[in-house]
C-alpha cells in the first residue's frame, strides 16, 4: 500500500466562494485519501478572514471549521508571518485565497519565493500593475521561477475554462486575433433583461435594480456599472495573449455611470436617482432597434493592433453575443487556425459554486504537479 503524502492546506476567506470551496475541499480531501494509487492526505491548517484565524502552531488540521472561525479570538496574523508558517509547515503548502484584497494579491510573490503554492479567483494580483505580473511569474515554478506553483483559473469566467484555452493555444503556437465577448454575469443579465432579442425590456434603473435584488451586483451597483471589472478580466486575457498591458485603467473603459452620479454618497442615493437618466439608455436602445440590433456591454482584445477596450456595442440579433441567455458569459477566441468560426466558451460567469469548483480545478492542478 502505498504511503500516504500530505499537503497543507490555507484558505484567506470564508465568505460566498470560501464557503463553497471549503465544502468542495471536504469532498476533494475523502476522494484523495481513498485513491489506490497515490493516497493524498489534505490537512486544512489555517482559515483565515480579514478580522480572525483558526490555526494552531503544531499544524493539526482544523476540526469544524465554521464553529472553529465562529469561536475564535486570535486575530489574523500578518502576511510575512503567514508565509513563515507555511514555510516551516512539514510538508508541501498551498495556500487558497478566495478574497479580491489587493494587500494579499500583493504578496504573492513573497509567498512563491517560499515555495508555497497558490490558488486563487483573486483579479487584483493578474490586473494591477505590470510589475506585479511580472514579479508574481518570475517567482513561480510554472512562470521562471522556481518557487511554488500559481494557478487563476476563476480570475476570468468562474468555473469556465477560459484561461486554460487560452494558454493552450498560445503554447501550441496558435496566433490569438482577437478575443471578444461579455466578461460580467452582473452586464450580461442588465443587457439581456434590458434588450432582450425579441424586443421590450424595461427601463434601464429598473433593470439594475432587479439585477441588485437577485443579487447580480456588487452590493453598490456603481461597481459593476463603471466597468472597472471588465477592463481587469481583459486585462488578464491581453497580458496572456502576449501584449503589455500596464493596468486596466490603461485602455478605454465605458462607465454606465452618469457623469452626475459619479460623486453621490451612496449605493442607496445612486439608485434612488438612476431613472433621472433613463432617456440617455433608451436612446441607445432605439438606435439599435432601428438598425435590427441590440446593445451589449463587452470587451474585445485586437491581438495585432495591441488593443484593448471595454464598452457597449450593438451586435446583430443573430449574433452568439446577443443571444446570451440570463446572467451567462461568452468569450469568442479568433485565431488563425479557427479562422472566422471562432472557438467559443459559453456558460454561467459568476455565482459561489462555478467558481468555487474553478478554484477546486486549480487545486487539483497544483497537486498533480507537487507529486
Same mark, same amino acid.
Given at each position: 500500500?502505498?504511503?500516504?503524502?500530505?499537503?497543507?492546506?490555507?484558505?484567506?476567506?470564508?465568505?460566498?466562494?470560501?464557503?463553497?470551496?471549503?465544502?468542495?475541499?471536504?469532498?476533494?480531501?475523502?476522494?484523495?485519501?481513498?485513491? *489506490?494509487?497515490?493516497?493524498?492526505?489534505?490537512?486544512?491548517?489555517?482559515?483565515?478572514?480579514?478580522?480572525?484565524?483558526?490555526?494552531?502552531?503544531?499544524?493539526?488540521?482544523?476540526? !469544524?471549521?465554521?464553529?472553529?472561525?465562529?469561536?475564535?479570538?486570535? *486575530?489574523?496574523?500578518?502576511?510575512?508571518?503567514?508565509?513563515?508558517?507555511?514555510?516551516?509547515?512539514?510538508?508541501?503548502?498551498?495556500?487558497?485565497?478566495?478574497?479580491?484584497?489587493?494587500?494579499?494579491?500583493?504578496?504573492?510573490?513573497?509567498?512563491?519565493?517560499?515555495?508555497?503554492?497558490?490558488?486563487?479567483? !483573486?483579479?487584483?494580483?493578474?490586473?494591477?500593475?505590470?510589475?506585479?505580473?511580472?514579479?508574481?511569474?518570475?517567482?513561480?515554478?510554472?512562470?521562471?521561477?522556481?518557487?511554488?506553483?500559481?494557478?487563476?483559473?476563476?480570475?476570468?469566467?468562474?468555473?469556465?475554462?477560459?484561461l486554460s484555452a487560452l494558454k493552450e493555444l498560445v503554447e501550441t503556437g496558435d496566433q490569438v486575433r482577437k478575443i471578444e465577448g461579455?466578461?460580467?454575469?452582473?452586464?450580461?443579465?442588465?443587457?439581456?433583461?434590458?434588450?432582450?432579442?425579441?424586443?421590450?425590456?424595461?427601463?434601464?434603473?429598473?433593470?439594475?435594480?432587479?439585477?441588485?435584488?437577485?443579487?447580480?451586483?456588487?452590493?453598490?451597483?456603481?461597481?459593476? %456599472?463603471?466597468?472597472?471589472?471588465?477592463?481587469?478580466? %481583459?486585462?488578464?486575457?491581453?497580458? %496572456?495573449?502576449?501584449?503589455?498591458?500596464?493596468?486596466?485603467?490603461?485602455?478605454?473603459?465605458?462607465?454606465?455611470?452618469?457623469?452626475?452620479?459619479?460623486?453621490?454618497?451612496?449605493?442607496?442615493?445612486?439608485?434612488?436617482r438612476l431613472p433621472e437618466f433613463d432617456d440617455q439608455m433608451d436612446e441607445l436602445k432605439t438606435a439599435a432597434e432601428k438598425e435590427?440590433?441590440?446593445?451589449?456591454?463587452?470587451?474585445?482584445?485586437?491581438?495585432?493592433?495591441?488593443?484593448?477596450?471595454?464598452?457597449?456595442?450593438?451586435?446583430?440579433?443573430?449574433?452568439?453575443?446577443?443571444?446570451?441567455?440570463?446572467?451567462d458569459n461568452i468569450i469568442a477566441f479568433y485565431t488563425e487556425r479557427y479562422g472566422d468560426n471562432p472557438l467559443i466558451i459559453q456558460?454561467?460567469?459568476?455565482?459561489?459554486?462555478?467558481?468555487?469548483?474553478?478554484?477546486?480545478?486549480?487545486?487539483?492542478?497544483?497537486?498533480?504537479?507537487?507529486?
Amino acid at each position: 500500500m502505498p504511503v500516504p503524502r500530505q499537503v497543507f492546506i490555507a484558505v484567506i476567506g470564508a465568505g460566498g466562494v470560501g464557503k463553497c470551496f471549503l465544502s468542495q475541499l471536504s469532498q476533494l480531501t475523502s476522494n484523495l485519501a481513498r485513491s *489506490p494509487s497515490a493516497p493524498t492526505t489534505l490537512s486544512l491548517v489555517w482559515l483565515s478572514t480579514s478580522k480572525k484565524a483558526v490555526y494552531h502552531a503544531d499544524y493539526k488540521p482544523l476540526g !469544524n471549521w465554521e464553529s472553529d472561525l465562529e469561536a475564535s479570538t486570535s *486575530p489574523t496574523l500578518p502576511l510575512p508571518d503567514l508565509a513563515s508558517y507555511l514555510e516551516k509547515a512539514p510538508g508541501k503548502a498551498v495556500l487558497i485565497d478566495n478574497t479580491s484584497n489587493q494587500d494579499v494579491a500583493d504578496s504573492y510573490p513573497l509567498f512563491l519565493r517560499k515555495g508555497i503554492s497558490i490558488v486563487t479567483p !483573486n483579479k487584483k494580483a493578474f490586473s494591477s500593475t505590470s510589475q506585479l505580473w511580472r514579479d508574481i511569474f518570475s517567482a513561480a515554478s510554472n512562470g521562471t521561477g522556481a518557487g511554488g506553483y500559481i494557478f487563476h483559473e476563476s480570475s476570468v469566467g468562474a468555473g469556465l475554462p477560459v484561461l486554460s484555452a487560452l494558454k493552450e493555444l498560445v503554447e501550441t503556437g496558435d496566433q490569438v486575433r482577437k478575443i471578444e465577448g461579455v466578461f460580467s454575469g452582473t452586464m450580461s443579465f442588465l443587457f439581456n433583461s434590458f434588450q432582450p432579442v425579441a424586443g421590450g425590456g424595461g427601463k434601464f434603473s429598473a433593470e439594475v435594480k432587479t439585477a441588485k435584488d437577485k443579487g447580480f451586483t456588487e452590493p453598490d451597483p456603481r461597481d459593476d %456599472l463603471n466597468g472597472l471589472d471588465v477592463a481587469r478580466k %481583459l486585462t488578464i486575457l491581453a497580458r %496572456l495573449a502576449g501584449l503589455e498591458v500596464e493596468s486596466p485603467t490603461s485602455f478605454p473603459v465605458q462607465s454606465l455611470i452618469p457623469k452626475e452620479l459619479e460623486a453621490v454618497a451612496s449605493g442607496d442615493e445612486f439608485m434612488a436617482r438612476l431613472p433621472e437618466f433613463d432617456d440617455q439608455m433608451d436612446e441607445l436602445k432605439t438606435a439599435a432597434e432601428k438598425e435590427g440590433k441590440v446593445v451589449r456591454f463587452v470587451g474585445s482584445v485586437d491581438v495585432p493592433k495591441g488593443e484593448v477596450k471595454v464598452g457597449l456595442e450593438k451586435f446583430d440579433t443573430s449574433h452568439p453575443i446577443a443571444a446570451l441567455k440570463g446572467s451567462d458569459n461568452i468569450i469568442a477566441f479568433y485565431t488563425e487556425r479557427y479562422g472566422d468560426n471562432p472557438l467559443i466558451i459559453q456558460g454561467a460567469g459568476a455565482g459561489g459554486e462555478v467558481t468555487a469548483m474553478g478554484v477546486t480545478g486549480d487545486l487539483i492542478k497544483v497537486l498533480r504537479l507537487l507529486q
